[in-house]
């Protein structure tokens, strides 16, 4: 009769008690999501490796080819201002800024333009090699 009793209790916990029955789904649940999430990380992972490969080959050229040209210009509107500046404080000074009169003003004014356009050269150098450094840190 005891054994009786205890298969009729086991018959019933098997059948009101559903935690068995729980933790396998859950843990199949928990399975399935984790490997969708993994799957998404993973694409998305593809996708920035992408966009970086793309900025590297694509966009990183074509700024630093725009910049370069960029420069040269503005270096070049840089020089005619610092030279149209001097023009006008030589003329303020009522100084002939190229008179075949005054040879010493003309070489004098000649000198001052050699030292502004290789201070600007000079300065033009040094941005170039920094941002040749700065280049070359990005792309490691």
Not at 93 to 101: A, F, L
Not at 119 to 126: L, M
């Amino acid at each position: 009769m005891d054994k009786i009793t205890k298969d009729v209790g086991d018959i019933q916990s098997r059948l009101l008690d559903h935690r068995p029955v729980l933790q396998g789904e859950i843990r199949y649940f928990v399975r399935e999501f984790e490997e969708k999430r993994g799957f998404r990380e993973c694409r998305l992972l593809e996708n920035l490796n992408k966009m970086v490969a793309e900025t590297n080959e694509e966009v990183l050229p074509k700024c630093k080819e725009c910049m370069q040209d960029n420069l040269c210009d503005i270096f070049t509107r840089s020089l005619n201002y610092e030279l149209s500046e001097l023009c006008r404080q030589m003329r303020s000074n009522e100084t002939p800024m190229c008179g075949v009169h005054d040879i010493t003003t003309t070489n004098n004014w000649q000198s001052q333009i050699c030292l502004k356009s290789q201070a600007r050269k000079h300065g033009h150098a040094g941005v170039l090699g920094q941002r040749k450094k700065t280049d070359l840190e990005l792309a490691l």
